[in-house]
Protein backbone atom coordinates (compact mmCIF):
# COMPACT_ATOMS: atom_id res chain seq x y z
CA UNK A 1 0.00 0.00 0.00
CA UNK A 2 1.44 3.28 -0.86
CA UNK A 3 1.68 6.23 1.66
CA UNK A 4 0.72 9.18 -0.09
CA UNK A 5 1.72 13.08 0.77
CA UNK A 6 -0.98 15.41 1.37
CA UNK A 7 -0.30 17.16 -2.35
CA UNK A 8 -0.59 13.17 -3.82
CA UNK A 9 -4.02 12.61 -1.97
CA UNK A 10 -5.70 15.76 -3.32
CA UNK A 11 -4.31 14.65 -6.88
CA UNK A 12 -6.01 11.25 -6.22
CA UNK A 13 -9.21 12.53 -5.90
CA UNK A 14 -8.87 14.86 -8.49
CA UNK A 15 -7.95 12.28 -10.85
CA UNK A 16 -10.85 10.22 -9.05
CA UNK A 17 -13.20 12.95 -10.13
CA UNK A 18 -11.72 13.90 -13.61
CA UNK A 19 -10.46 10.88 -15.19
CA UNK A 20 -12.53 8.65 -13.56
CA UNK A 21 -15.75 10.07 -13.91
CA UNK A 22 -16.62 9.74 -9.73
CA UNK A 23 -18.33 13.16 -8.94
CA UNK A 24 -16.33 13.84 -5.54
CA UNK A 25 -19.85 14.60 -3.81
CA UNK A 26 -20.00 10.80 -4.37
CA UNK A 27 -16.54 10.67 -2.54
CA UNK A 28 -17.66 12.38 0.47
CA UNK A 29 -20.48 10.44 0.57
CA UNK A 30 -18.86 6.99 0.52
CA UNK A 31 -16.04 8.66 3.42
CA UNK A 32 -19.37 9.27 5.43
CA UNK A 33 -20.77 6.49 4.73
CA UNK A 34 -17.13 4.14 6.30
CA UNK A 35 -17.33 7.10 9.09
CA UNK A 36 -20.74 5.90 10.69
CA UNK A 37 -20.27 2.59 9.99
CA UNK A 38 -16.71 2.36 11.92
CA UNK A 39 -17.68 4.38 14.97
CA UNK A 40 -20.89 1.68 15.20
CA UNK A 41 -18.58 -0.80 14.71
CA UNK A 42 -15.75 0.58 17.27
CA UNK A 43 -17.91 2.31 19.72
CA UNK A 44 -21.28 0.11 19.59
CA UNK A 45 -22.24 1.30 23.26
CA UNK A 46 -22.26 5.12 21.75
CA UNK A 47 -26.22 6.06 22.06
CA UNK A 48 -24.57 10.00 21.92
CA UNK A 49 -22.37 11.40 19.39
CA UNK A 50 -21.44 15.15 19.33
CA UNK A 51 -19.81 16.08 15.48
CA UNK A 52 -17.54 19.03 15.62
CA UNK A 53 -17.51 20.62 11.92
CA UNK A 54 -15.14 22.24 10.37
CA UNK A 55 -15.87 24.80 7.42
CA UNK A 56 -13.79 22.62 4.75
CA UNK A 57 -14.28 18.71 3.18
CA UNK A 58 -13.45 17.37 6.32
CA UNK A 59 -16.42 19.26 8.10
CA UNK A 60 -18.30 18.19 5.17
CA UNK A 61 -17.69 14.50 6.01
CA UNK A 62 -18.06 14.97 9.43
CA UNK A 63 -22.14 16.45 8.34
CA UNK A 64 -22.61 13.70 6.33
CA UNK A 65 -21.96 11.07 8.88
CA UNK A 66 -23.86 12.26 11.46
CA UNK A 67 -26.80 12.60 8.95
CA UNK A 68 -26.75 8.55 8.83
CA UNK A 69 -25.66 8.17 12.36
CA UNK A 70 -29.09 10.13 13.48
CA UNK A 71 -31.02 7.90 10.76
CA UNK A 72 -29.74 4.82 12.59
CA UNK A 73 -31.67 6.07 15.88
CA UNK A 74 -28.32 7.76 17.38
CA UNK A 75 -28.96 11.06 19.37
CA UNK A 76 -26.37 13.68 17.39
CA UNK A 77 -25.35 16.84 18.77
CA UNK A 78 -23.34 18.64 15.67
CA UNK A 79 -21.67 21.79 16.03
CA UNK A 80 -20.64 23.89 12.92
CA UNK A 81 -17.50 25.85 13.40
CA UNK A 82 -18.14 28.85 11.27
CA UNK A 83 -20.93 30.26 9.12
CA UNK A 84 -22.52 28.45 6.72
CA UNK A 85 -22.26 30.95 4.44
CA UNK A 86 -18.61 30.68 4.23
CA UNK A 87 -19.26 26.87 2.87
CA UNK A 88 -17.96 25.97 -0.66
CA UNK A 89 -17.99 23.21 -2.70
CA UNK A 90 -19.21 19.71 -1.69
CA UNK A 91 -18.87 21.11 2.01
CA UNK A 92 -21.98 23.33 1.07
CA UNK A 93 -24.02 20.76 -0.64
CA UNK A 94 -23.50 18.59 2.88
CA UNK A 95 -24.65 21.18 4.71
CA UNK A 96 -27.72 21.72 2.94
CA UNK A 97 -28.80 18.51 3.25
CA UNK A 98 -27.47 18.10 7.00
CA UNK A 99 -29.64 20.96 8.23
CA UNK A 100 -32.52 20.56 6.21
CA UNK A 101 -32.56 16.50 7.24
CA UNK A 102 -33.83 18.41 11.01
CA UNK A 103 -32.22 14.62 12.40
CA UNK A 104 -30.10 16.14 15.02
CA UNK A 105 -29.46 19.10 17.43
CA UNK A 106 -27.71 21.31 15.19
CA UNK A 107 -25.55 24.40 16.33
CA UNK A 108 -23.41 27.01 14.57
CA UNK A 109 -20.56 28.45 16.47
CA UNK A 110 -18.67 31.89 15.37
CA UNK A 111 -16.91 32.87 17.56
CA UNK A 112 -14.81 30.68 20.35
CA UNK A 113 -16.97 32.43 23.20
CA UNK A 114 -19.99 30.52 22.33
CA UNK A 115 -18.34 27.11 23.04
CA UNK A 116 -18.82 27.54 26.54
CA UNK A 117 -22.07 27.20 26.35
CA UNK A 118 -22.23 24.40 24.57
CA UNK A 119 -20.37 22.14 27.44
CA UNK A 120 -22.94 20.19 27.55
CA UNK A 121 -21.88 18.77 24.61
CA UNK A 122 -19.29 16.88 25.62
CA UNK A 123 -21.39 15.07 27.60
CA UNK A 124 -21.87 12.54 25.46
CA UNK A 125 -20.63 8.61 24.57
CA UNK A 126 -18.85 9.96 21.47
CA UNK A 127 -16.76 13.13 19.68
CA UNK A 128 -16.81 13.05 16.25
CA UNK A 129 -13.54 15.07 15.06
CA UNK A 130 -14.22 16.42 11.46
CA UNK A 131 -12.97 20.19 12.32
CA UNK A 132 -9.75 19.62 9.75
CA UNK A 133 -8.47 17.00 7.53
CA UNK A 134 -5.44 16.01 5.32
CA UNK A 135 -4.91 19.64 3.55
CA UNK A 136 -4.64 21.40 6.89
CA UNK A 137 -1.36 23.66 7.01
CA UNK A 138 -0.33 24.17 11.11
CA UNK A 139 -1.11 25.56 13.53
CA UNK A 140 -4.60 25.36 14.71
CA UNK A 141 -5.93 28.92 14.64
CA UNK A 142 -9.28 30.39 15.95
CA UNK A 143 -12.35 28.41 16.00
CA UNK A 144 -10.16 25.59 15.34
CA UNK A 145 -7.88 25.88 18.16
CA UNK A 146 -10.53 26.79 20.67
CA UNK A 147 -12.10 24.12 20.03
CA UNK A 148 -9.32 22.08 20.26
CA UNK A 149 -8.59 23.92 23.83
CA UNK A 150 -12.38 23.02 24.96
CA UNK A 151 -12.37 18.82 24.24
CA UNK A 152 -8.90 19.30 25.28
CA UNK A 153 -9.74 20.94 28.90
CA UNK A 154 -12.34 18.06 29.70
CA UNK A 155 -10.22 15.20 30.95
CA UNK A 156 -13.12 13.05 31.02
CA UNK A 157 -14.73 13.94 28.18
CA UNK A 158 -15.89 10.94 25.78
CA UNK A 159 -13.33 8.78 23.52
CA UNK A 160 -12.47 10.85 20.54
CA UNK A 161 -12.71 9.51 16.45
CA UNK A 162 -10.79 11.29 13.71
CA UNK A 163 -11.50 11.97 10.58
CA UNK A 164 -8.56 11.37 8.39
CA UNK A 165 -6.45 13.07 10.95
CA UNK A 166 -6.46 14.47 14.50
CA UNK A 167 -7.33 17.99 14.11
CA UNK A 168 -4.29 19.97 13.96
CA UNK A 169 -1.78 16.73 12.59
CA UNK A 170 -0.21 17.70 9.48
CA UNK A 171 -0.72 14.81 7.38
CA UNK A 172 3.23 14.85 5.91
CA UNK A 173 4.82 14.74 9.51
CA UNK A 174 6.78 12.18 10.04
CA UNK A 175 7.61 12.51 13.60
CA UNK A 176 6.10 10.55 16.36
CA UNK A 177 4.94 13.82 17.82
CA UNK A 178 4.29 17.46 16.71
CA UNK A 179 4.54 20.45 19.40
CA UNK A 180 1.52 22.37 17.73
CA UNK A 181 -2.21 21.73 19.47
CA UNK A 182 -3.83 18.85 18.06
CA UNK A 183 -7.07 16.86 18.88
CA UNK A 184 -7.32 14.20 21.05
CA UNK A 185 -7.78 10.83 19.04
CA UNK A 186 -9.21 7.11 20.41
CA UNK A 187 -9.53 5.98 17.08
CA UNK A 188 -8.61 7.47 13.48
CA UNK A 189 -10.36 6.65 10.00
CA UNK A 190 -8.58 7.72 7.05
CA UNK A 191 -9.43 6.89 2.90
CA UNK A 192 -7.99 5.24 -0.10
CA UNK A 193 -4.48 5.34 1.57
CA UNK A 194 -2.47 6.78 3.93
CA UNK A 195 -0.31 9.66 4.70
CA UNK A 196 2.86 10.17 5.92
CA UNK A 197 1.74 10.92 9.54
CA UNK A 198 -0.40 7.64 9.83
CA UNK A 199 2.13 5.00 9.92
CA UNK A 200 4.97 7.48 11.63
CA UNK A 201 2.65 9.33 14.33
CA UNK A 202 1.29 8.43 17.82
CA UNK A 203 -1.89 10.08 16.76
CA UNK A 204 -3.84 7.99 19.26
CA UNK A 205 -3.85 8.34 23.19
CA UNK A 206 -3.25 4.91 23.37
CA UNK A 207 -0.43 2.92 21.24
CA UNK A 208 -3.24 0.29 20.20
CA UNK A 209 -6.10 2.25 19.40
CA UNK A 210 -7.19 1.73 15.64
CA UNK A 211 -5.99 3.30 12.79
CA UNK A 212 -7.74 2.43 9.77
CA UNK A 213 -7.99 3.44 6.36
CA UNK A 214 -11.52 2.80 4.59
CA UNK A 215 -11.48 2.43 1.01
CA UNK A 216 -14.35 4.85 -0.96
CA UNK A 217 -13.95 4.34 -4.75
CA UNK A 218 -10.34 6.00 -6.40
CA UNK A 219 -9.34 3.00 -8.81
CA UNK A 220 -5.70 2.16 -8.09
CA UNK A 221 -4.69 3.74 -11.30
CA UNK A 222 -4.99 7.36 -8.84
CA UNK A 223 -3.15 6.32 -6.38
CA UNK A 224 0.33 7.17 -6.78
CA UNK A 225 3.43 8.54 -5.23
CA UNK A 226 6.88 9.15 -5.56
CA UNK A 227 7.83 9.43 -2.06
CA UNK A 228 8.86 6.02 -2.08
CA UNK A 229 6.79 4.92 1.04
CA UNK A 230 5.17 2.05 1.56
CA UNK A 231 3.11 -0.02 4.42
CA UNK A 232 4.61 -2.66 5.55
CA UNK A 233 1.66 -4.90 6.23
CA UNK A 234 0.87 -5.28 2.76
CA UNK A 235 3.44 -7.63 2.23
CA UNK A 236 1.80 -10.44 4.88
CA UNK A 237 -0.31 -11.37 1.65
CA UNK A 238 3.28 -12.99 0.51
CA UNK A 239 2.32 -15.79 3.59
CA UNK A 240 -1.55 -16.30 3.05
CA UNK A 241 -1.19 -18.61 0.08
CA UNK A 242 -1.62 -22.18 1.58
CA UNK A 243 1.11 -24.87 0.48
CA UNK A 244 1.10 -27.33 -1.74
CA UNK A 245 -0.22 -30.66 -0.71
CA UNK A 246 2.90 -32.26 -1.43
CA UNK A 247 5.26 -29.84 0.18
CA UNK A 248 8.44 -31.24 1.93
CA UNK A 249 11.00 -29.80 3.98
CA UNK A 250 13.37 -29.10 1.60
CA UNK A 251 10.85 -26.62 -0.50
CA UNK A 252 11.20 -24.69 2.35
CA UNK A 253 15.21 -23.54 2.78
CA UNK A 254 17.84 -24.44 5.62
CA UNK A 255 18.48 -21.62 7.91
CA UNK A 256 21.75 -21.65 9.70
CA UNK A 257 21.81 -19.87 12.72
CA UNK A 258 25.80 -18.40 14.03
CA UNK A 259 25.82 -17.13 16.92
CA UNK A 260 26.18 -17.54 20.79
CA UNK A 261 29.26 -17.91 23.28
CA UNK A 262 29.78 -19.75 26.54
CA UNK A 263 32.72 -19.51 28.92
CA UNK A 264 33.67 -19.28 32.13
CA UNK A 265 33.24 -15.35 31.85
CA UNK A 266 29.33 -16.20 30.78
CA UNK A 267 27.97 -15.90 27.49
CA UNK A 268 24.96 -15.40 25.78
CA UNK A 269 23.56 -19.00 24.27
CA UNK A 270 20.12 -17.77 25.02
CA UNK A 271 20.39 -15.87 21.92
CA UNK A 272 20.82 -18.29 18.71
CA UNK A 273 18.02 -20.32 20.24
CA UNK A 274 15.64 -17.34 20.47
CA UNK A 275 16.65 -16.90 16.25
CA UNK A 276 16.24 -20.55 15.91
CA UNK A 277 13.25 -20.99 17.44
CA UNK A 278 11.66 -18.06 15.57
CA UNK A 279 13.09 -19.45 12.36
CA UNK A 280 11.27 -22.61 12.91
CA UNK A 281 8.21 -21.32 13.99
CA UNK A 282 8.07 -18.84 10.97
CA UNK A 283 7.99 -22.01 8.52
CA UNK A 284 11.52 -22.50 7.58
CA UNK A 285 11.86 -26.21 6.42
CA UNK A 286 15.26 -27.09 8.52
CA UNK A 287 16.90 -25.18 11.37
CA UNK A 288 20.88 -25.64 12.14
CA UNK A 289 22.11 -23.75 15.51
CA UNK A 290 26.12 -23.26 14.54
CA UNK A 291 27.39 -22.44 18.08
CA UNK A 292 30.74 -22.53 20.10
CA UNK A 293 31.23 -26.40 21.42
CA UNK A 294 31.00 -25.00 25.31
CA UNK A 295 27.96 -24.03 24.65
CA UNK A 296 26.20 -27.16 22.46
CA UNK A 297 24.87 -28.72 24.63
CA UNK A 298 22.19 -26.09 26.06
CA UNK A 299 21.53 -24.93 22.69
CA UNK A 300 20.53 -28.11 21.54
CA UNK A 301 18.24 -28.88 24.88
CA UNK A 302 15.73 -26.25 24.26
CA UNK A 303 14.02 -28.17 20.90
CA UNK A 304 14.02 -31.64 19.11
CA UNK A 305 13.50 -30.23 16.10
CA UNK A 306 16.80 -27.35 16.13
CA UNK A 307 19.98 -29.32 14.52
CA UNK A 308 23.00 -27.91 15.94
CA UNK A 309 26.50 -27.60 15.08
CA UNK A 310 29.67 -26.97 17.52
CA UNK A 311 32.16 -24.11 16.54
CA UNK A 312 35.50 -24.56 17.37
CA UNK A 313 36.31 -21.90 20.22
CA UNK A 314 39.08 -19.96 22.23
CA UNK A 315 38.92 -20.20 26.07
CA UNK A 316 36.34 -17.57 26.08
CA UNK A 317 34.09 -19.54 24.85
CA UNK A 318 33.63 -17.41 21.47
CA UNK A 319 34.03 -18.46 17.55
CA UNK A 320 37.28 -18.56 16.21
CA UNK A 321 38.98 -18.18 12.84
CA UNK A 322 40.00 -22.03 12.85
CA UNK A 323 35.89 -22.47 11.72
CA UNK A 324 36.78 -20.97 8.19
CA UNK A 325 39.38 -24.26 7.26
CA UNK A 326 37.82 -25.55 4.60
CA UNK A 327 37.13 -28.75 5.56
CA UNK A 328 35.29 -27.08 8.78
CA UNK A 329 33.32 -24.41 6.81
CA UNK A 330 32.16 -26.34 4.08
CA UNK A 331 31.04 -28.86 6.54
CA UNK A 332 28.55 -26.71 8.28
CA UNK A 333 27.83 -24.55 5.64
CA UNK A 334 26.52 -26.95 3.00
CA UNK A 335 23.04 -27.16 1.81
CA UNK A 336 22.12 -23.83 3.70
CA UNK A 337 19.82 -21.18 1.95
CA UNK A 338 20.33 -18.38 3.99
CA UNK A 339 22.45 -17.21 6.95
CA UNK A 340 22.04 -15.81 9.64
CA UNK A 341 24.79 -14.57 12.14
CA UNK A 342 25.31 -12.46 15.40
CA UNK A 343 23.04 -13.34 17.85
CA UNK A 344 24.71 -13.60 21.41
CA UNK A 345 28.35 -13.76 19.63
CA UNK A 346 30.26 -12.02 21.57
CA UNK A 347 32.96 -9.36 20.05
CA UNK A 348 36.43 -10.38 20.81
CA UNK A 349 39.23 -10.38 18.24
CA UNK A 350 38.96 -14.03 17.05
CA UNK A 351 35.15 -13.47 16.30
CA UNK A 352 35.59 -10.31 14.82
CA UNK A 353 37.96 -12.45 12.28
CA UNK A 354 35.72 -15.26 12.27
CA UNK A 355 32.26 -13.23 11.10
CA UNK A 356 34.25 -11.53 8.48
CA UNK A 357 35.59 -14.23 7.16
CA UNK A 358 32.04 -15.99 7.14
CA UNK A 359 30.57 -13.36 5.10
CA UNK A 360 33.19 -12.94 2.93
CA UNK A 361 33.66 -17.05 2.28
CA UNK A 362 29.77 -17.24 1.95
CA UNK A 363 27.43 -16.16 -0.93
CA UNK A 364 24.13 -16.95 0.93
CA UNK A 365 21.63 -14.39 1.57
CA UNK A 366 22.47 -13.20 5.13
CA UNK A 367 20.60 -11.66 8.09
CA UNK A 368 23.69 -9.80 10.24
CA UNK A 369 22.41 -8.79 13.64
CA UNK A 370 23.60 -8.07 17.36
CA UNK A 371 27.34 -8.06 17.85
CA UNK A 372 28.37 -9.21 13.80
CA UNK A 373 26.80 -5.78 13.22
CA UNK A 374 29.16 -4.07 15.21
CA UNK A 375 31.91 -6.15 14.06
CA UNK A 376 30.95 -4.99 10.49
CA UNK A 377 30.73 -1.54 12.03
CA UNK A 378 34.28 -1.63 12.29
CA UNK A 379 34.29 -2.81 8.54
CA UNK A 380 31.72 -1.10 6.76
CA UNK A 381 33.28 -0.91 3.32
CA UNK A 382 32.77 -5.37 3.95
CA UNK A 383 29.58 -4.76 3.03
CA UNK A 384 29.72 -2.93 -0.61
CA UNK A 385 32.11 -6.08 -1.14
CA UNK A 386 29.48 -8.65 0.08
CA UNK A 387 26.51 -7.20 -2.44
CA UNK A 388 28.56 -6.13 -5.39
CA UNK A 389 26.79 -9.27 -7.02
CA UNK A 390 23.62 -8.68 -5.79
CA UNK A 391 24.08 -11.22 -3.15
CA UNK A 392 20.84 -10.26 -0.53
CA UNK A 393 22.14 -8.46 3.12
CA UNK A 394 19.59 -7.75 5.62
CA UNK A 395 21.25 -5.71 8.77
CA UNK A 396 18.67 -5.59 11.53
CA UNK A 397 20.28 -2.66 13.68
CA UNK A 398 19.12 -0.86 16.90
CA UNK A 399 19.35 2.79 16.71
CA UNK A 400 22.62 2.25 18.63
CA UNK A 401 24.21 0.33 16.05
CA UNK A 402 22.43 2.12 13.13
CA UNK A 403 24.43 4.83 14.62
CA UNK A 404 27.75 2.32 14.42
CA UNK A 405 26.82 1.89 11.13
CA UNK A 406 26.49 5.21 9.92
CA UNK A 407 28.98 6.77 11.74
CA UNK A 408 26.67 9.00 13.68
CA UNK A 409 24.81 9.74 16.93
CA UNK A 410 21.91 7.89 18.26
CA UNK A 411 20.99 11.11 18.96
CA UNK A 412 21.13 11.78 15.05
CA UNK A 413 19.26 8.40 13.45
CA UNK A 414 16.33 9.04 16.12
CA UNK A 415 15.79 12.55 15.03
CA UNK A 416 16.27 11.41 11.48
CA UNK A 417 14.97 7.83 10.91
CA UNK A 418 13.62 7.87 7.22
CA UNK A 419 16.20 9.37 5.78
CA UNK A 420 19.61 7.30 8.30
CA UNK A 421 18.03 4.17 7.24
CA UNK A 422 17.09 4.95 3.43
CA UNK A 423 21.12 6.49 2.91
CA UNK A 424 22.62 3.62 4.57
CA UNK A 425 20.38 1.38 2.63
CA UNK A 426 21.50 3.22 -0.82
CA UNK A 427 24.80 3.49 -0.13
CA UNK A 428 25.75 -0.24 0.82
CA UNK A 429 23.20 -1.78 -1.33
CA UNK A 430 21.72 -3.83 1.69
CA UNK A 431 18.24 -4.01 3.20
CA UNK A 432 18.19 -1.87 6.57
CA UNK A 433 15.50 -2.74 9.02
CA UNK A 434 15.99 -0.47 11.20
CA UNK A 435 14.27 -1.70 14.84
CA UNK A 436 12.45 0.63 17.00
CA UNK A 437 8.36 2.15 17.55
CA UNK A 438 7.53 2.28 13.83
CA UNK A 439 10.33 0.19 12.51
CA UNK A 440 11.98 0.90 9.29
CA UNK A 441 12.38 -1.42 6.07
CA UNK A 442 14.82 0.18 3.94
CA UNK A 443 15.42 -1.18 0.61
CA UNK A 444 18.60 -0.89 -1.53
CA UNK A 445 16.69 0.64 -4.59
CA UNK A 446 15.80 3.46 -1.61
CA UNK A 447 12.42 2.44 -1.22
CA UNK A 448 11.27 2.10 2.90
CA UNK A 449 8.79 0.25 4.16
CA UNK A 450 6.99 1.48 7.77
CA UNK A 451 5.70 -1.19 10.18
CA UNK A 452 2.94 -0.35 12.46
CA UNK A 453 3.11 -3.69 14.54
CA UNK A 454 4.93 -3.87 17.51
CA UNK A 455 4.22 -2.66 20.98
CA UNK A 456 6.22 -1.15 24.20
CA UNK A 457 6.31 -4.86 25.84
CA UNK A 458 8.99 -5.41 23.38
CA UNK A 459 11.66 -3.19 24.76
CA UNK A 460 13.20 -6.39 26.30
CA UNK A 461 16.48 -8.75 25.42
CA UNK A 462 15.17 -11.22 23.55
CA UNK A 463 12.83 -9.47 21.18
CA UNK A 464 15.78 -8.83 18.01
CA UNK A 465 16.65 -12.16 18.28
CA UNK A 466 13.56 -13.59 17.36
CA UNK A 467 13.24 -10.82 14.74
CA UNK A 468 16.71 -12.15 13.28
CA UNK A 469 14.81 -15.53 13.10
CA UNK A 470 11.81 -14.47 11.40
CA UNK A 471 13.65 -12.75 8.64
CA UNK A 472 15.83 -16.00 8.03
CA UNK A 473 12.92 -17.94 7.49
CA UNK A 474 10.96 -16.22 5.62
CA UNK A 475 14.02 -15.28 3.05
CA UNK A 476 14.68 -19.18 3.22
CA UNK A 477 10.90 -19.99 1.99
CA UNK A 478 10.73 -16.93 -0.56
CA UNK A 479 14.43 -16.37 -1.99
CA UNK A 480 12.77 -14.79 -5.16
CA UNK A 481 11.06 -11.97 -2.95
CA UNK A 482 13.65 -10.80 -0.20
CA UNK A 483 11.85 -7.50 -0.30
CA UNK A 484 8.37 -8.57 1.14
CA UNK A 485 9.82 -11.58 3.12
CA UNK A 486 11.73 -8.84 4.91
CA UNK A 487 8.55 -6.50 5.14
CA UNK A 488 6.30 -9.58 6.26
CA UNK A 489 9.13 -10.84 8.66
CA UNK A 490 9.11 -7.46 10.68
CA UNK A 491 5.21 -7.14 10.33
CA UNK A 492 4.33 -10.67 11.61
CA UNK A 493 7.07 -10.60 14.43
CA UNK A 494 5.26 -7.44 15.51
CA UNK A 495 2.04 -8.75 15.31
CA UNK A 496 2.63 -12.21 17.38
CA UNK A 497 3.78 -9.79 19.94
CA UNK A 498 0.59 -7.45 20.10
CA UNK A 499 -1.58 -10.60 20.13
CA UNK A 500 0.61 -11.68 23.00
CA UNK A 501 0.44 -8.67 24.96
CA UNK A 502 -3.58 -8.67 24.38
CA UNK A 503 -3.83 -11.67 26.61
CA UNK A 504 -1.18 -10.76 29.24
CA UNK A 505 0.68 -7.25 29.68
CA UNK A 506 3.16 -4.77 28.18
CA UNK A 507 5.51 -4.58 31.15
CA UNK A 508 6.07 -8.65 32.00
CA UNK A 509 5.68 -9.50 28.43
CA UNK A 510 8.52 -11.63 27.50
CA UNK A 511 10.23 -12.33 23.79
CA UNK A 512 9.51 -15.65 23.79
CA UNK A 513 6.39 -15.09 24.82
CA UNK A 514 4.85 -14.20 21.17
CA UNK A 515 6.28 -17.74 19.76
CA UNK A 516 3.12 -19.38 20.30
CA UNK A 517 1.41 -16.80 18.65
CA UNK A 518 2.88 -16.94 15.02
CA UNK A 519 0.19 -19.11 14.23
CA UNK A 520 -2.85 -16.49 14.80
CA UNK A 521 -0.29 -14.04 13.62
CA UNK A 522 0.37 -15.97 10.09
CA UNK A 523 -3.37 -16.61 9.74
CA UNK A 524 -4.08 -12.36 10.42
CA UNK A 525 -5.76 -10.28 7.51
CA UNK A 526 -5.36 -6.66 8.49
CA UNK A 527 -7.95 -6.14 5.32
CA UNK A 528 -11.66 -7.30 7.00
CA UNK A 529 -14.41 -8.11 5.34
CA UNK A 530 -15.64 -4.15 5.04
CA UNK A 531 -13.11 -3.26 3.11
CA UNK A 532 -10.88 -1.46 5.95
CA UNK A 533 -7.04 -1.85 6.25
CA UNK A 534 -6.12 -1.78 10.00
CA UNK A 535 -2.52 -0.13 10.22
CA UNK A 536 -2.61 -0.37 14.18
CA UNK A 537 -4.80 -2.11 16.84
CA UNK A 538 -6.76 -5.40 16.36
CA UNK A 539 -9.87 -5.70 14.32
CA UNK A 540 -13.09 -6.62 17.25
CA UNK A 541 -13.60 -10.20 17.62
CA UNK A 542 -9.39 -10.91 16.65
CA UNK A 543 -9.00 -12.13 20.41
CA UNK A 544 -11.45 -11.57 23.34
CA UNK A 545 -11.61 -8.34 25.02
CA UNK A 546 -9.78 -8.23 28.37
CA UNK A 547 -12.40 -5.50 30.08
CA UNK A 548 -15.06 -3.61 29.28
CA UNK A 549 -13.11 -0.25 28.50
CA UNK A 550 -11.52 -2.22 26.21
CA UNK A 551 -14.18 -3.75 24.26
CA UNK A 552 -15.42 -0.43 24.25
CA UNK A 553 -11.95 1.16 22.15
Known amino acids: MHILSAAEMQACDRVTTERFGIPSVDLMRRAAASIAAFARQQFPRAKRVTVLCGRGNNGGDGMMAARLLAEDGIEVTALLLGSPNELKGDAATAWREFSSAASCQLHVVEVPADLGARDSALDTDLILDAVVGTGFRPPLKGLALAAQKWVTAHARSAPVLAVDLPSGWPADETAATVSDPVFPADAVITFTAPKPAHV?????????????????????????????????????????????????????????????????????????????????????????????????????????????????????????????????????????????????????????????GLLSATTLPAVIDADALNIVSQQIDLLTDLTKDGRTVVLTPHPGEMARLAGIKTSEVQANRLDVARSVALRHRVTVVLKGARTLIAHPDGRVAVNTTGNPGMAKGGSGDLLTGVVAALLAQYPDKPAQAVEAAVFLHGLAADLAVREGDEHTLMATDSLPHFSRAFRFRSCTANGYVWLQGLPPGTLPAKGSQEAAE
Open 200 to 356: FGQLTRQWNQPVVVAPIGSPDEAIVSTLGLEWAGSSQALIHAPRAADANKGKFGHVLVVGGSFGSAGGKAGAPVMSSLAALRAGAGLVTAAVPAPALALVSSFAPELMTWPLLANTEGQATPDNLARQHLAAFTKGMTVLAIGPGLGQGADTARFVT
